[in-house]
């Protein structure tokens, strides 16, 4: 019979395995379950290319709606109920190889995928049953393709039903979840964890924060930051970060400590190609060693690691005004706040570099109207005012420039509140990282 499966109908094939009859039919569940996740990926699909706005004119043409509705006459058979039921207890039965395994996990995440009411009945289907207590269960299972299956199932749950989350908590998945964070190597495993970890650090869970901070899991996470394999997983990674902890939020004042957050942000900072991951990851950076309580111990691990030198060359080499602009910003905030960092900022050729931000007074430039005017203290016999392009700064931080270029000439600490009070107020910086990195 297995030479006849690929010819099976899907809803006669739906029948057999209802049955039971390949038990006397000479096929194995492997390979119907191959038949099975070969038919749900072409089918899914094919579906979503004839539902795309590139193919939707098909409807007008017999052939097109016709072949349109053998996808959906054939998905609708593989949505059967009874398919659901029968890879469930696949998942609990002892003499289940890891090929079947395999093969309905990922079947199963296939299905369960999306806000489709298809799929929507089949996780109501598996959280009426046993179906979570299994995937948990697999989670410590031998083979890595079935352990990280069953966490592409369990992250459909997470993102489309919140009461999981309780049951996920209260089987100790989040233990079994640490582990595969330290297995977690190549971008496809690490992307999947960040997705995960997602779920699991927006969830309204009360215990859920406290439970992903003691197993582990964010000590782990934090660490991808400077070393993830990719941007798009680092993103993710600080997105689900800046939601948790809300920068000068009070979650903050231990846990951003506790974790040693400046360092791997520190890393981002250096390691990322992304230019918008960059700048929310010096916003944040600037953010937490704002803090007034916690604010000291950021300010001198960036320091050992070196941030000022970092921040003045960027200054000299990012060519895109949201570093810039951060850069400015870091910058400030250490100057104000801090006499070790200061010194080391008007050691260094900061204030050279910061002339790529001034205009010399009377200088005449065809961008006249793109320059933000800001008046230096008066001095005696000098009323030239200062000009900054406004190419590289918007006028409401140019005055971030005028004040870096004080304290390097001055050599001494300056009151400057309008920083310390526009980097210390709350920032919404998870927001903005949805807005400028983005997540797939």
Known sequence: MEDELP??????????????RFKFRSVSVASILTQLVGRAL???????????????????FDDGAAELEAIEAELEALYDIRVCTFLVSLLSSASASTRVLAGATYLLAMMTAGKGSNAEEWRMQMTKGCGILRLVALLSAQSSSVRFNALLVLVNFLRHCPASHKEVLRLGALRKFALLLEEAEDEPQQNLCADAFECLARSEVPAMQGELLQTGCMAKIVSWLGCASSDRVAGKVLKSLAGMVEWDGPFDTSLAVGLQLAGPLMALVRGTGSTA?????????????????HGP??????????????????????????????????LA???????????EICNSSCQYQLQRFVRPPGLTSPRKSYAAVIKEEKKPGSDAPLEVDETLVAEE???????????????RPLHFPECRDKVSSPVKIGAKIAARVGAD
């Open 7 to 20: 010819s099976i109908p899907t809803a006669e094939l739906v029948e057999v395995i209802h049955t039971r």
């Open 42 to 60: 072409s089918l899914l699909q094919a579906g979503e290319s004839a539902q795309s706005p590139a193919t939707a004119f098909a409807d007008e």
């Open 277 to 293: 991951l960059r700048a929310v990851a010096l916003e944040a950076l600037a953010t937490i060693c704002a803090a007034p309580e």
């Open 297 to 330: 111990r950021h300010r001198e691990e960036c320091r050992a690691q070196g941030c000022v030198l970092l921040l003045v060359g960027l200054l000299e080499s990012a060519n895109d005004r949201e570093t810039l602009v951060q850069v400015l910003n870091f």
């Open 333 to 343: 905030v250490l100057a104000a706040l801090d006499p070790r960092c200061r010194e």
């Open 397 to 411: 931080h140019a005055a971030l420039v005028h004040f870096l270029l004080q304290i390097c000439s001055t050599k």
